[in-house]
């Protein structure tokens, strides 16, 4: 939720989910998804910045609640696990195959 302010001075919250348009001539008037409007006193770029927030805030809390992970266990089967020609700190991995048709002359 959003906390916006009314033009007559009264506060309340907003899904910012909710939120179908916004209009910005000359108030800021939000429209939501229900046919609702509101006639709001913050500017457009304010409301926008609450809604990145918050949508931010979402995030974080969904990663936290999944212990860092939730976007590999949401995308786990995209995943593929690939051998490394090297190891990551620059030394070779283990030694190829001996070829069986190198003669000595």
Known sequence: MIAVTCRNGE????????IERVETTPDTVVHLAD????????????????????RATVLVVHQQMYGGIAAVAEHRAALRIERR?????GDAGPPG???SDAHED
Do not use: Q
Request: aromatic letters at 12%; a neutral charge; hydrophobic letters at 30%.
């Open 11 to 18: 506060h309340f919250s907003v899904d910012p989910e909710s």
């Open 35 to 54: 046919g609702t409007k509101y006639v709001i006193s913050e500017s457009f770029d304010y409301l926008l910045r609450a809604i990145r927030d918050h």
């Open 85 to 89: 020609a090297r190891s990551r700190d």
């Open 97 to 99: 195959p001996v070829r």
